[in-house]
Structures are given as C-alpha cells and as structure tokens.
C-alpha cells in the first residue's frame, strides 16, 4: 500500500519579511518616516543599549543609554548652533523614563549653567547655578527654583545665606554687605527684609565703608560722629523695625532669585 506523505506547509512570505524587519543587536542607519534617524542597538524592536538619535525637526543629536525606547541611562544631548552651524551641548547627565534624572550639567548660554541634581526634566536636590551676570546660587532646588536651604553670592562679592521659597529670599536669612562693611540678620518675605538686625561687619576692611559706623542703642546723637574703638563697633547694634526699608540693602532685595 503506498505511503502518502503531505506536503509541508509554505510560511506566507510576509512573515518571512517581517521577522527579517524586527530589529534586534546593532543596527546602521534606521529611519523613521518623518525623517528622524537612530543608529545603535536594539532589542525587541525598540532602542536598547547604546546609540544615537537625530531629530530632523530641531537638529537635535543624543548620544547614550537607551532602554526598551526611552533615554535612561547616561547620555548627552546636543543642539545646532544656527550662526555657526556647529553642535554646542546642552545637557550631560544621567535619563531615567526619557528625562533627566539624577545629577547633570545644562547649559543655558556660554556664561549660564547649572550642575547639580535633576528629577523629572527640574532642578531638584542640591545643585548650583551659575547666572551670565556673575551671580552664584548654592543650595537645595525644587521645581526649578531655590527652595530651602542656600547661598546667592552676587558679582560684587556681598552674599546672601538663609533659607528660599519659591525661588526668593523668605524666612531667617543674613545678608553680607561687604562693600560697606555691614551684616543685616533677620526675616524675609518674598525678597525683602522685614524686621532684624544691622551691625557693623568687617568694616576697617570694606572697600567702600559707610561714612560713620552703627551707634549703640541708646547712645546720644552727638556721639554718632565719634570714631568708636574696633572692638566696640563689631558689637553695635541697630535694630530695624517691620515694614521698613533697611539701609544698604537694595542689592539684597533686587538680586536675582
């Protein structure tokens, strides 16, 4: 009795094609259909690994960790110069979930950057932002702005420490006038000093002191004039009432939050 045998059945030939189209390890140049292009590697058709994306729209390059199609990882992120037609990087750091996470470098200009901590494509944590007119924050962000604990050192060297909300000056603070030679100490709200103290700080060495130093409280008015021993006028004291403007202290509530 013959033996039939049936014939094996033929795969259709675009499944042939497709699993030759999932990509998977190194791959040279794919594109996509608006003109983007990655070259790197792959697993389970999406970017995994090391490599490298070009954004045809903003000519926007991106070079790091990829993981199942999301920046994470270490990677940097650079943009087109449309004057010099050079690359000029903007961001190098660490990504988690396509956002920058972890600590991290953004430029802002040629004379404007931040290092420090990032969380969620903001400024979070403990970072310190250098500003274009040479002024110098320190101190914890949230939300891309100075929140709790920091220093602003100005370009003329006087400087703020104390506590921020919001990105300005609010709660206990000290206010350094090296300049002139003074320390404000007291509270803050939204950049401006409302009630503390103003003492003589370092005025011998004040490259622009003021013309008499703080009197003691209490002391009569003729004696306002009258040069006081160094050790007297490190201790005296002018107490500021709320509300009121405190003298020498403009930089202190315009400098930059």
């Known amino acids: 009795m013959p033996i039939s045998k049936c014939r094996p059945k033929s795969e259709p030939l675009w499944k042939a094609w497709d699993q030759k189209a999932q990509k998977n390890g190194p791959r040279h140049q794919v594109f996509a259909v608006n003109g983007d292009h990655y070259v790197g590697k792959w697993k389970d058709n999406m970017k995994h690994g090391k490599g490298t994306q070009v954004w045809r729209k903003n000519g926007a390059i991106y070079e790091g960790d990829w993981k199942f199609g999301k920046r994470d990882g270490y990677g940097t992120l650079s943009l087109s110069d449309q004057e010099t037609g050079k690359y000029r ?18 430029f802002f200009g040629p004379k ?14 403990w970072g310190r932002m250098y500003y274009s007119n040479g002024d110098i924050y320190e101190g914890q962000w949230r939300n891309n702005k100075p929140e709790g ?13 104390g506590n921020w909300q919001r990105g300005m000056k609010n709660g206990l603070g000290r206010f350094f006038h090296l300049d002139h030679g003074q320390l404000f100490e007291g ?9 503390g103290t103003m003492i003589d700080w370092g005025r011998d060495e004040a490259p622009k002191p003021t013309q008499f130093s703080i009197p003691e409280v209490g002391s009569s008015p003729g004696s306002r004039g009258r040069t006081q021993p160094r050790e007297r006028q490190n201790s005296t004291r002018s107490h ?18």
């Not at 404007?112 to 944590?125: K, L, P, T, V």
């Not at 604990?149 to 420490?161: D, F, H, Q, T, V």
């Not at 500021?240 to 939050?257: E, F």
């Open 89 to 106: 990087r903007v961001y190098s750091g660490w990504w988690k979930g396509d956002k920058k996470c972890g600590y991290g470098i953004q």
């Open 240 to 257: 500021t009432q709320p509300g009121r403007a405190q003298p020498g202290n403009r930089q202190g509530q315009n400098s930059r939050s």
């Open 112 to 125: 404007e950057y931040y290092e420090g901590d990032w969380c969620g494509n903001q400024r979070s944590g």
């Open 187 to 195: 509270l803050w709200v939204d950049n401006i000093a409302k009630c």
């Open 149 to 161: 604990e920091g220093m602003l050192r100005l370009k003329n060297g006087n400087r703020y420490e």
